[in-house]
């Protein structure tokens, strides 16, 4: 039985589309030249020496001529000076400014106005970027986080689509999802976020339930869709399959490149201290959407134990299983012939899931670490994927409810796990897109008292933050009610998935 599991795995990887809904084949991941790449010596510099305060600044600039020209201009000079270097940058490229800080509301207008008139900030038009950016083209409208976040991310835009699809602004949903369609093309996958520097990694599999917000696409639409949902499934077999003792196959997070991130190249060096297998897992974890966590962390404390891709995550295969079940129903809608095929992979995911994904003793489910061979210590947020996804069986997701009340619900929403680490994806950090997946979970298991609960705290928490300083933040601490901390940069405002869960929980819970 699993060998045949695997057999049918392959078997649907390598092909059993209907063939007008085949996909181009999309550009190979390691021809994407990312800043690094292309100005070698002189990035290290910039990075290395702090030129920016933050990482993300030089590989989001756009240089003012050939990159080769400027690396060939930077060999021959000197500049072993910080102020000499600053110039030479600055004169040979357009940097971007400090990210803006979204405008704080002075008047203090109703929470859910105050998002409405933020979609219009954080909404950019369709973008053909100029030679010499990072940004990938984009054919139609997006929304970005705010903040540094200055393009696309994967997992962000399904929790700020939430919110559009609240405020009536369905039509932005659908410009993303062609956006995240247009990138599957291209790729192969929905890269992390839209620069070159992102092209390796993705991030959690959304793009099947940014679909499912949309319910009044025609027949054309749903085939293109449905090829793309089909690649990206490809993606995550071919290229994030791990064996799991048994036999059974599973996936993993990770990354094509095993060098520090454009973007933190400073932190990951000074991390990962020359070990491409540390750079891996530190890419890993960023793919995950979880950097960083103690979930990855092999002391569960430092992040120089960092195992990313040692670890087989319980949110990767949850998703996967609800992919691989939108996959069925729409090739069955679509009159393909192989939607029972989506089925079976289906079950024989949630059977491996269900087996080592789940620790008895603790009602959890939970991340296995292919080293130890075990479930991780430690309860995560994560064990509400199952939840969240439908692939639970009632007895269990009873169980997992109640474990979410007695040791993530904090004063203030849900904790995203139980760790003090000084990493922003542990305690004493709420997450607005873990609030919904647990309170989505819940409800779907009968357990709308303890969703209600999770809801109502996060957004009081949220609405004393508004109230305080105007702004939305990207997490927040809630065991104090406070702003978020911890991580690799500043806690931001703007901001995308905070203001989408924020209106569309108050849809639900505060008519």
Known sequence: MRRAAVALSLALV???????????????????????????PLFE??????????????????????????????????????????AFVMANFDVPASAPATPASAARPPLAEHIRALWPQLTRPPLDPPAGSSALALPHRYVVPGGRFREMYYWDSYFTMLGLEADGRGDLTRDMIENFVSLVTRFGHVPNGTRTYYVSRSQPPFLYLMMGLVRDADAATQARWLAALKAEHRFW???RSVTMP??????????????????????????????????????????????????WLGDGRTLATIRTTGIVPVDLNSLLY??????????????????????????????????????????????????????????????????????????????????????????????????????????????????????????????????????????????????????????????????????????QDGFGWTNGVTRALQERYAR
């Open 237 to 239: 077999i071919t290229q």
């Open 246 to 295: 048994d036999g059974a196959v599973l996936q993993r997070y990770g990354d094509a490149r095993r060098t520090p991130r454009d973007e933190s190249w400073r932190e990951d060096v000074e991390t990962g201290r020359g070990d491409p297998a540390r750079y891996n897992d530190l890419r890993a974890g960023a793919e995950s959407g979880w950097d960083f966590s103690s979930r």
């Open 322 to 491: 609800g992919m691989e079940r939108a996959l069925a129903e729409r090739s069955r809608a679509l009159g393909h012939r192989n939607a029972g095929d989506y089925d079976r992979m289906a079950e024989v995911r949630r059977a491996a899931i269900e087996r080592w994904l789940w620790r008895d003793d603790e009602a959890r489910y939970g991340d296995y670490d292919l080293g130890e061979r075990r479930v991780r210590a430690g309860v995560t947020a994560a064990t509400a994927y199952p939840l969240f996804t439908g692939m639970a069986s009632p007895g269990r997701g009873a169980r997992v409810a109640a474990t979410i009340e007695r040791d993530l619900l904090a004063a203030n929403g849900l904790r995203s796990t139980m760790a003090t680490t000084g990493q922003q994806w542990d305690r004493p950090n709420g997450w607005a897109p873990l609030q919904w997946i647990a309170v989505d979970g819940l409800r779907r298991y009968g357990r709308d008292d303890l969703a209600q609960r999770i809801a109502v705290r996060f957004l009081a928490t949220v609405e004393r933050e508004y109230r305080a300083s105007g702004k939305l933040l990207e997490k927040y601490d809630v065991e104090e009610s406070r702003a978020g901390g911890g991580g690799e940069y500043p806690t």
């Open 14 to 40: 390598g092909g059993c589309m209907a063939p007008a809904a085949r996909l181009s084949a999309p550009a190979p991941t390691a021809q994407v030249r990312t800043p690094a790449d292309l100005y070698g």
């Open 45 to 86: 510099a910039v990075q290395m020496r702090r030129i920016f305060p933050d990482g993300k600044t030089f590989v989001d600039a756009v240089a003012k001529r050939d990159a080769a020209a400027i690396v060939a201009d930077y060999r021959r000079g000197d500049y072993r000076d910080d102020a000499a270097l600053t």
